[in-house]
Structure formats: structure tokens, C-alpha cells
């Protein structure tokens, strides 16, 4: 069993930076294919960004890419997600995600097998 706990969230001005960290606990976390997935309120959850259990392959939405940057320590069991230039539409809540298969069609929804808990990000204009 893997269990993630997202941290980092908060509330920025549009432009502005945050953080967010995943935590995860489960013996094979150095082998998962790992993301995080957003969720603003009345929309699906979307993919935002991915990274391969060696941390050499990183995938993003394109709504993201330039802003965000996906990251991970192995030996730390933990991923991160460094959000840069913010937008209102980046308000969401940010989910930590984890799926034992590579990460061929990290976006889609059903085929992961670990969500932590989420983190809610605020954008304001």
C-alpha cells in the first residue's frame, strides 16, 4: 500500500510562486510513475505534470509548461511540484498521484492507483 500527503498549498497573488510537496509512504515508491492532477470547482480532474520513477522523463499539460517544474527525491520518497508565474486559473485543488505502470498516458484519470488527499492552490487577480 502507498499512502501520499500533499503540503504546500496556499493562497498567492496571480504571478506569484508556491511550492507543493508530496510525501509518500509504501516500499515501492522509487518504482511508481508519479504526477499531480488538479481539480478546479465544476470541472474534470486534469493531468498537470508527470515524472518517471527515475526522475529522467518529465511530462506536462501545456497550459503549464514554462511555469511549473516536476521534481523528485527517491531517497526522500518524496515529489515536488515547483508552480512559477501563477494564474487565476491555476486555482484548484492539486492532487499527488501515483500509478505502479510507466508513465505512457500519465493524464488519464483512471489508471492511477494512489491519490493523496489534496492541496488546495488560490490564485487571486
Known amino acids: 500500500q502507498v499512502q501520499l500527503v500533499e503540503s504546500g498549498g496556499g493562497s498567492v497573488q496571480a504571478g506569484g510562486s508556491l511550492r507543493l510537496s508530496c510525501a509518500a509512504s509504501?516500499?515501492?515508491?522509487?518504482?511508481?510513475?508519479m504526477s499531480w492532477f488538479r481539480q478546479a470547482p465544476g470541472k474534470e480532474r486534469e493531468g498537470v505534470a508527470a515524472?518517471?520513477?527515475?526522475?529522467?522523463?518529465?511530462m506536462y499539460t501545456d497550459s503549464v509548461k514554462g511555469r511549473f517544474t516536476i521534481s523528485r527525491e527517491n531517497d526522500k520518497n518524496t515529489m515536488y511540484l515547483q508552480m512559477n508565474s501563477l494564474k487565476p486559473e491555476d486555482t484548484a485543488i492539486y492532487y499527488c498521484?501515483?500509478?505502479?505502470?510507466?508513465?505512457?498516458?500519465?493524464?488519464?484519470?483512471?489508471?492511477?492507483?494512489?491519490w493523496g488527499q489534496g492541496t488546495q492552490v488560490t490564485v487571486s487577480s
Open positions: 498521484a501515483a500509478r505502479q505502470t510507466p508513465c505512457g498516458g500519465w493524464f488519464r484519470v483512471y489508471d492511477v492507483d494512489y
Open positions: 509504501g516500499y515501492i515508491y522509487s518504482g511508481h510513475c
Open positions: 515524472i518517471s520513477s527515475g526522475g529522467a522523463f518529465t
